[in-house]
């Protein structure tokens, strides 16, 4: 096992090693939280379907704005649109088409202002904005879901491009600070057939027969982490047995080169025992 000490077998020892312990402590765990993630969102968009909307104000106190366990509730909210404030989310896809996301604020009548996801826009430039419809005036009642604020990895700012503001996520945060406007965290996505929306943004409500995608992964990190360990040990198994063949070639050949007399020295000639000089009738006994 000496072999085991060598610069080569140390570093894929210390690959295979590090490959499992990240399997069984980074890659599979990441994936089961996925999993209960998706689970609990899931969970929360089809209780949504089966609990009525509410308004806005008996699930969002002013200046709270969108908590985690109230997201996806659906709720109703009277006000006016403030289309001057008005931005686009760049870089979406819906449908396997490239397409902006239209956020438009809307002022409350208890006075407070929300970011409104009035859905989206697709464009066959993917960086050219489309021509949509704009905000309708005047007093309007809107139902939507109650949603978090996005948050870019990037940190990218709002930029102005073709006239319009243009995000990179949906966030009423970066929104406020690009138009000076004080806006209640979280957004509202609007349902279909509401004043002011454009294409709606779809909410699946689960079917039950869903794959259990990121536990199917989880599962899959695990037997590589297992695969790995065993894939070591015969390797090791192998090199061993490998080794001790060539050691038992090497005996027969040096034996075969001495029968053949193929030694520089030959063998010494084994030794005679000397000839017993004790009287037959001492050894056999006298009659």
Not at 20 to 39: H, I, K, M, N, S
Not at 134 to 160: C, F, K, M, S, Y
Not at 272 to 279: G, K, M, N, Y
């Amino acid at each position: 096992m000496r072999f085991l000490l060598r610069p080569g077998w140390l570093a894929f020892v210390a690959v295979v090693i590090g490959f499992a312990v990240a399997c069984y402590t980074l890659l599979a765990p990441w994936q089961f939280g996925r999993e209960a993630q998706r689970d609990a969102e899931q969970q929360a968009i089809d209780a949504s379907y089966r609990t009525p909307p509410v308004p806005l104000a008996d699930l969002v106190t002013s200046g709270t704005g969108v908590r985690p366990d109230v997201e996806w509730r659906q709720v109703t909210v009277t006000g006016t649109y403030v289309p001057e404030a008005e931005g686009l989310v760049r870089l979406r896809v819906v449908d396997g088409k490239p397409a902006f996301e239209v956020l438009t604020p809307l002022r409350a009548e208890d006075g407070r202002l929300v970011a409104v996801d009035r859905g989206y826009v697709t464009t066959t430039g993917g960086v050219t904005v489309p021509s949509f419809a704009p905000a309708p005036p005047g007093t309007v009642t809107l139902t939507g879901r109650l949603r978090l604020d996005e948050t870019d990895p990037q940190n990218r700012p709002v930029q102005i491009d073709s006239g319009h503001r243009q995000l990179y996520a949906a966030d009423s945060r970066a929104l406020g600070a690009a138009t000076g406007l004080t806006l209640e965290p979280g957004y509202l996505q609007l349902s279909a057939g509401q004043p002011g929306v454009l294409g709606p943004l779809a909410v699946a409500e689960s079917t039950g027969g869903a794959p259990f995608t990121n536990f199917s992964y989880a599962l899959q990190w695990l037997t590589f982490g297992a695969i790995a360990i065993f894939a070591l040990g015969y390797f090791i198994r192998l090199e061993i047995l490998q080794r001790r063949g060539r050691d038992r070639r090497g005996e027969r050949t040096a034996l075969r080169q001495a029968l053949a007399g193929d030694d520089d020295d030959p063998p010494p000639a084994p030794e005679r025992a000397a000839p017993d000089e004790t009287p037959l009738a001492d050894r056999y006994g006298r009659n």
